[in-house]
């Protein structure tokens, strides 16, 4: 795993190679995305029935997670370390209020908002250290002083009890890819005041599967059903946590 993973996409190349062939229509990626778009657009409505709520989308990138959610908040701020990352987001058209923030020194405030509020959090914990772990979810008690304040939602996109794992025994055990158990998930966020209430996976397979011309067509199928059979979650390759504060 690249120790600076943090600086990646800090340059115009890495960003678009992300933008558009990692999530490039039909890829790996761009399925789990979909699925995850249709979840969580259902998780709002049923969440947040009467008031859309502002959405706070921290390590925002180019601006995914706030399109998934277009039409269904009523304000959106991303935030995000890389300047040229939000300039992506702002040409793919992402309707928020994107906002640099530093990659060290006082946790950043979230901008002040009246009613309720969702914090989002997708491809950044797995890849990154227990510091920035740490201030990405002081930043979301931050946002979610209460229970009542709204939903924190974190993707883990690299489960440790999934089939992904099972490659790192062609590299004789040395790590070389990153990944996170549902034990260290939710000690995590409970570490900084958040309980689990609900976590649905999103892959079963891994991206050789959806690679292969044979292959693609049946991983899909695979995936598309087994995502939605209870309990599934323990098992896939992509999980998303959703998670409430407590007291």
Known sequence: ????????????????????VTYAPGSYAWHINRRQRAYLRGLIRRAFPDLRPTL?????????????LDGLVW???GYDTSPDMLAKAAELGTEARLHTVAAGGPVPE????????VVTMFRLLLNVDDDVRARALAFAAKALPTAETGLLVVENHGNSRSLRHLRANRHAGRRWFAELSHAQVVRLL???????????????LTPGWYERPLLRRAARAVDGLACRIPGSA??????VYVARRTG
């Open 1 to 20: 795993m690249d120790d600076n993973y943090a600086n990646a996409f800090q340059n115009a190349g890495a960003i678009d190679k992300y933008a558009h």
């Open 56 to 68: 706070h989308d921290f390590a925002c990138g180019t601006g995914r997670a706030i399109r998934n």
């Open 75 to 77: 304000r959106a701020h």
């Open 110 to 117: 979230p901008v002040a908002t009246d009613g309720p509020a």
């Open 190 to 204: 409970r570490r900084h005041g958040f309980e689990v209430v609900a976590r649905r996976g999103f892959s079963m």
């Open 234 to 239: 323990a098992w896939a390759v992509n999980v």
